[in-house]
């Protein structure tokens, strides 16, 4: 897989920039995410290793298309990264869960971790790590770390924006971790936040400031 994949179908998109509008209730920003969040999964197992099994239809017997290995896992990095939790375990409701909270500490913008459970074999599985934004990479990277330590080699990371900053910083610490995002936007401002951006994803989702 490539290292950086931006999904730029026009659904996405579309879906994206109502997103962005600063006139979008929350309500509708939570609709959005989920949906957009069910397009950047069908990107993210894209690849995902296939096996056959032999089934019934009601006409003849088939070697049928089934995924193959362990069930994979979604690591959620809380809080913004449940909105697109949600949407992929519509798709894959299977998945394995793992919660990793983090916030981002609003002076020196490092990832400051508070919560982390995630099942115990994660060696054997592949591990989709979601937040839906990477601005300095500071939460992306940490998470990640966290999850290698547990054992987890085999992971993407999926976020709805990023930034070119978190992108380069990100690829340059886990240069084996692929990032399906739906757009790479314009720059950081002074407090890194993602502009023009959507503003605070966790905000906007949940009604806080
Ligand atoms: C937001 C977002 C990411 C992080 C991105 O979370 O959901 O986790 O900021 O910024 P970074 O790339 O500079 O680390 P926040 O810390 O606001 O927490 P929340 O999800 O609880 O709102
Ligand atoms: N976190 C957000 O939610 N938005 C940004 O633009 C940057 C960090």
């Given amino acids: 897989m490539k290292q950086v994949t931006v999904v730029d179908h026009p659904l996405v998109q579309h879906k994206l920039t109502i997103m962005r509008d600063k006139e979008t ?44 290995g362990k069930k994979l896992v979604f690591a959620s990095i809380l809080r913004a990264g449940n909105g697109l939790l949600e949407g992929m375990l519509d798709l894959v409701p299977s998945a394995r869960v793992a919660h990793v909270g983090l916030y981002r500490d609003p002076e ?30 500071n939460s992306a ?19 709805l924006l990023a930034s070119p900053e978190g992108v380069k910083t990100f690829t340059e610490a886990h240069p084996d971790v692929p990032i399906i995002t739906a757009a790479i936007d ?10 023009p951006g959507l503003g605070d994803a966790g905000d906007r989702m949940y009604g806080t400031k």
């Avoid at 609709?31 to 950047?40: A, D, G, K, M």
């Fill in 25 to 68: 209730s929350t309500a509708s920003f939570r609709r959005l995410l989920r949906e957009i969040s069910h397009l950047l999964c069908y990107e993210a197992t894209r690849e995902l290793a296939m096996t056959t099994k032999t089934i019934e239809t009601p006409l003849m017997e088939m070697e049928a298309p089934t995924i193959a």
């Fill in 108 to 137: 020196t913008f490092e990832a400051v971790e508070y919560y982390f459970k995630a099942p115990e074999d994660l060696q054997n599985r592949l591990v989709i790590a979601v937040d839906p934004m990477l601005a300095t990479a």
């Fill in 186 to 195: 314009e720059k950081l401002n002074e407090k890194n936040y993602i502009i």
């Fill in 141 to 159: 990277i940490l998470a990640i770390e966290k999850l290698k330590e547990r054992g987890a080699h085999n992971l993407r990371f999926v976020a």
